[in-house]
């Protein structure tokens, strides 16, 4: 039976963060310290872009402390790593880690941040979707791999959490070159499934005690939840969380994915829970990303006809000029290259645009935002995806 460890931590203080952390670590950890004793192992923060710790953005640096110290404690060598979105560069990785207060927990707590920009080739029989990936050499080089993920809405994905936080593994601008190999949600899910079950993370801790709603992972509404969560098992984390927040798991298409691939057994209540019973958590449900809808008709008319109305009514990006600052982020970064600068200003191709909204995650000033069709919105659908 999978196991997931849910603790209250009501604000970003250290002690509090701390004890939170190393109680949720020594409820599902229960591993011989010996056999991980000595070994090197990666923490792989969701270190976005460079936003810092208040926006709610990026894992907390109390958290990933807190983890890092833990391993520490056990004598573990541990290394801080991500690729950012954009390009994969020592300036952007110096950047990034002193805004998301990286560099200053790092510097308190004595642990490393990755600077090697050289990805590897790995190969996996078992992928669905890709068998051959690009990754980050940093993680083939740590004897294991911890995802320290942030609770956020996603444009794409519904919810980002322990499995989703690993596409980070992926070497700069070859993430942009997956998703327009992947573009549709379903697809681009398997390939977060393959990584994740590349990566076989030792466990996955999620950062809630203040997550985001809305419009997602980046532009979305800052909003308290008290909670750090932890598990052996990623896809039973991301389906407790998902769950805590009004989420249906199997709405998630990472999750829906971990159900049919038999790496998740069973729904939320074959979970166990140490710590906090679910039953003790009343989360008002998160609001979902604009791009988020769920299709009324699915199923009961002609899949063409489907196909045709959801092409034709679905979600798009829209760019707000006024505070645009014609940087070409948005362009540099689309997958598609649907994205061109007319008189500095960002416009978008319709016909090639594949709805990843990579624009919308990565733009540094929330100039990109998701405008659902009014007709998709009253006839079609709603993006509400509650549990059941």
Same mark, same amino acid.
């Given at each position: 039976m999978e196991?997931?460890?849910i603790?209250?931590?009501d604000?970003?203080?250290f002690p509090?963060?701390?004890?939170?952390?190393y109680r949720?670590l020594?409820?599902?950890?229960?591993i011989?310290?010996?056999?991980?004793?000595g070994?090197?192992v990666?923490?792989?923060a969701?270190?976005?872009k460079?936003?810092?710790?208040?926006?709610a953005?990026?894992?907390?640096?109390?958290?990933?402390e807190?983890?890092?110290r833990?391993?520490?404690d056990?004598?573990?060598?541990v290394?801080?790593?991500d690729?950012p979105?954009?390009?994969?560069?020592?300036n952007?990785?110096k950047?990034?880690?002193?805004k998301c207060?990286?560099k200053?927990?790092?510097?308190?707590?004595?642990?490393?941040l990755?600077?090697?920009i050289s990805?590897?080739?790995?190969h996996?029989?078992k992928?669905k979707m890709l068998?051959?990936?690009?990754?980050i050499?940093?993680?083939?080089?740590a004897?294991?791999?911890?995802s320290?993920a942030?609770?956020?809405t996603?444009?794409?994905?519904t919810f980002?959490?322990?499995v989703?936080?690993?596409?980070?593994?992926?070497p700069?601008f070859?993430k942009a070159?997956y998703?327009l190999k992947?573009?549709?949600?379903s697809?681009f899910?398997?390939?977060?499934?393959?990584i994740?079950d590349? $990566?076989?993370?030792?466990?996955?801790? !999620?950062?809630?005690v203040?997550? +985001?709603?809305?419009?997602?992972p %980046? =532009?979305? /509404?800052k909003?308290?939840v008290?909670?750090?969560?932890?598990?052996k098992?990623?896809?039973?984390?991301?389906?407790?969380?998902?769950?805590?927040?009004?989420?249906?798991?199997?709405?998630?298409?990472?999750?829906n994915?971990?159900?049919?691939r038999g790496l998740?057994?069973?729904?939320?209540?074959?979970i166990?829970i140490?710590?906090i019973?679910?039953n003790?958590?009343?989360?008002?449900?998160?609001e979902?990303?604009?791009?988020?809808?769920?299709?009324?008709a699915?199923g009961?008319?002609?899949?063409?006809?489907e196909n045709?109305?959801?092409n034709?009514?679905?979600?798009?990006? $829209?760019f707000?000029?006024?505070?645009? !600052?014609s940087?070409?982020?948005? +362009?540099?970064n689309?997958p598609? %290259? =649907?994205i /061109?600068?007319?008189?500095?200003k960002?416009?978008?191709?319709?016909?090639?645009?594949?709805r990843?909204f990579?624009?919308?995650e990565l733009c540094?000033?929330?100039?990109?935002?998701?405008?659902?069709?009014?007709?998709?919105g009253?006839?079609?659908?709603?993006k509400?995806?509650?549990?059941?």
């Open positions: 196991r997931v460890s603790q209250r931590c604000e970003y203080d509090k963060v701390k004890d939170a952390v949720c020594d409820g599902i950890l229960r011989k310290k010996d056999e991980i004793r070994k090197k990666l923490i792989k969701n270190l976005l460079r936003d810092s710790p208040e926006d953005v990026t894992t907390h640096p109390f958290v990933v807190a983890i890092a833990y391993l520490m056990i004598g573990c060598d290394i801080v790593a690729s979105g954009g390009p994969f560069n020592k952007v990785l950047a990034v880690y002193e207060g990286m200053d927990a790092a510097d308190r707590a004595g642990f490393m990755n600077y090697d990805y590897v080739t790995v996996d029989d992928a068998r051959s990936m690009e990754i050499k940093a993680v083939e080089d004897d294991f791999v911890v320290a942030k609770l956020k996603h444009g794409m994905m980002t959490g322990a989703k936080n690993l596409f980070g593994v992926v700069g070859t070159e998703h992947m573009r549709n949600a697809n899910a398997e390939l977060l499934v393959d994740c590349y $990566v076989k993370p030792l466990f996955s801790v !999620i950062d809630g203040e997550g +985001m709603e809305g419009n997602g %980046s =532009a979305g /509404e909003r308290k008290g909670l750090i969560m932890a598990s098992n990623p896809y039973a984390l991301d389906a407790v969380a998902a769950h805590i927040i009004g989420i249906n798991p199997k709405s998630v298409p990472t999750i994915a971990s159900y049919n998740l057994s069973g729904s939320v209540d074959d166990e140490e710590g019973p679910l003790d958590i009343n989360i008002k449900p998160f979902l990303p604009n791009s988020i809808v769920s299709f009324y699915k009961k008319i002609p899949k063409s006809v045709i109305l959801i034709t009514f679905q979600p798009r990006p $829209v707000n000029y006024n505070v645009c !600052i940087c070409g982020v948005c +362009m540099r689309c598609a %290259s =649907a /061109e600068m007319i008189d500095k960002p416009h978008v191709s319709l016909d090639k645009c594949i990843c990579c624009c919308h540094p000033r929330k100039a990109v935002g998701i405008k659902r069709n009014w007709f998709y009253r006839i079609f659908g709603n509400k995806i509650y549990k059941a």
